[in-house]
């Protein structure tokens, strides 16, 4: 009878690992998992074994297509910067506007995107791609492919005669993403006395106001 059940169980076993690896999409849903859980109770706090029995799988199954929490966290993050790659590009590419005008809107685009990512949990994990040093590190190519973006709507601005051919320079790009920087995360209000808390409409305000004066800096001659 002992073996019997042993038998039974071993089957059981097989018979759930072969439904979890048959799973459509299992990676994606246990990266929306693990975003759940993080943003809820912060990535320290949460462990593979919450976002196994949040999925109703077994820890056995995360590890088929992840070896560490870590792989799991960067794979958040690279849906985060995937994202704003693409809005970028999407923004770039369908462009009717002039290309100073083009660059306004992709950086508030960005910054609105951000904001409410980071924003609507508690531990939201997309945070740390702008407070982290080793995931800004990691994900260099990020921050790579956004100064080659907005170098390029420089040059484009110079080439339409925004703009002088001078200021279609890298340096300058740094300088504009260096300004913003300050409309990403950690949202800090180092600059009032009566707030601790920026809201959506306050960020995307001063981000107005902060590309105005971007903006019209860049086309003073």
């Known amino acids: 009878m002992t073996n019997m059940l042993t038998w039974s169980r071993i089957a059981q076993k097989a018979a759930d690992m072969a439904r979890t690896k048959s799973i459509p999409n299992r990676a994606a849903l246990i990266v929306a998992a693990a975003e759940e859980l993080f943003g809820r109770y ?36 690279s849906n985060h910067v995937d994202l704003l790659k693409r809005c970028m590009q999407e923004r770039l590419d369908n462009a009717t506007s002039s290309p ?13 995107l951000v904001y409410d990512k980071v924003t609507r949990d508690t531990h939201a994990p997309e945070a740390l791609l702008h407070t982290s040093a080793a995931m800004k590190s990691r994900f260099d190519h990020f921050y790579l492919s956004q100064r080659t ?24 790009a740094i300088t504009i993403l260096m300004t913003t920087s300050s409309l990403y995360p950690p949202y800090l209000n180092n600059y009032s006395e009566s707030e601790t808390c920026v809201k959506k409409t306050q960020i995307l305000k001063q981000a107005r106001l902060t590309l105005e004066l971007l903006i019209s800096g860049l086309k003073a001659t």
């Open 42 to 77: 912060g990535y320290e706090r949460t462990s593979i074994d919450d976002i196994a029995r949040h999925l109703g799988i077994g820890k056995g199954s995360i590890y088929l297509d992840f070896r560490t929490k870590d792989d799991i966290l960067l794979a958040i993050l």
């Open 100 to 112: 100073l005008s083009t660059l306004k809107e992709i950086l508030e685009q960005s910054i609105g």
């Open 149 to 172: 973006t907005v170098l390029q709507l420089l040059k484009m601005a110079a080439s339409a005669g925004e703009i002088a051919p001078e200021k279609a320079s890298e340096e300058m």
